[in-house]
């Protein structure tokens, strides 16, 4: 299984991006996909999640209404569109992947520890 990102790069305030993580080696049944981010000297962030199965979503709440997370489960690839983007949102940006649903449905970004999958990130950079 491997995961890759792409879409990431430089924007101004108030701009978007969308990231995509594409998934090769897997068939997507009922699984949790989710977008972490972090900077150097702090803790990994959960941004988004989404179950593929019945595209329930989670946000953290410094990116709800901002960012949307979506599937395309035909393709094995997942979106995360960025929407308003600040410099606070400036990291490297990482999809991961459990093949548990509920991962994402019942315990939204909070247990980063139980995907299995990782990507090796794509850069986030919003400028002032």
């Known amino acids: 299984v491997q995961l890759v990102e792409s879409g990431g790069g430089l924007v101004q305030i108030g701009g978007s991006l969308t990231l995509s993580c594409t998934v090769s080696?897997?068939?997507?049944?009922?699984?949790?996909i989710g977008w972490f981010r972090q900077v150097p000297g702090k803790e990994r962030e959960g941004v988004a999640c989404i179950r593929n199965s019945d595209h329930s979503t989670r946000y953290a709440d410094s990116v709800r209404g901002r960012f949307t997370i979506s599937s395309d489960n035909a393709k094995s690839t997942v979106l995360l569109q960025m929407n308003d983007l600040n410099p606070e949102d400036t990291a490297v940006y990482s999809c991961?992947?459990?093949?548990?649903?509920?991962?994402?449905?019942?315990?939204?970004?909070?247990?980063?520890?139980?995907?299995?999958?990782w990507g090796q990130g794509t850069q986030v950079t919003v400028s002032s």
């Open positions: 080696g897997f068939t997507f049944i009922d699984d949790s």
């Open positions: 991961a992947l459990v093949t548990a649903g509920y991962v994402c449905a019942a315990f939204g970004l909070a247990r980063p520890h139980e995907y299995d999958y």
